[in-house]
Nanobody, 121 residues
């Protein structure tokens, strides 16, 4: 079982910065993709950013140029540096990690509990 622990959310003024972290632990063979999604009040969950095992990245258009995703494979941790935050970035941010359970086993897809980011105007 894969367990994700998120940290770094909070309240910040518009234009400010926050850094989210998500550490994966438990029993797994490998990590493929690590990413962050968010759900704002009254809206559907959306992908914010994702980073693959080869460090290829994918960002939502709304955060390009402001957010940067990175990963530390030695620590099984993914980060999301959020700069120039806007009130519309206010949401519950979820970490998502997927990979292989074992060399010949199936895949897993794990989600964190979420960390709240609130941006005041």
């Amino acid at each position: 079982q894969v367990h994700l622990v998120e940290s770094g959310g909070g309240l910040v003024q518009a234009g400010g910065s926050l850094r989210l972290s998500c550490a994966a632990s438990g029993s797994f063979f490998s990590i493929t993709n690590m990413g962050w999604h968010r759900r704002a009040p009254g809206k559907q969950r959306e992908l914010v950013a994702q980073i693959g095992s080869g460090d290829g990245t994918n960002y939502a258009d709304s955060v390009k140029g402001r957010f940067t995703i990175s990963r530390d494979n030695a620590k099984n941790t993914v980060y999301l540096q959020m700069n120039s935050l806007k009130p519309e970035d206010t949401a519950l941010y979820y970490c998502n990690v997927n990979g292989r359970v074992s060399l010949l086993g199936g895949r897993y897809d794990a989600w964190g509990q979420g960390t709240q980011v609130t941006v005041s105007s």
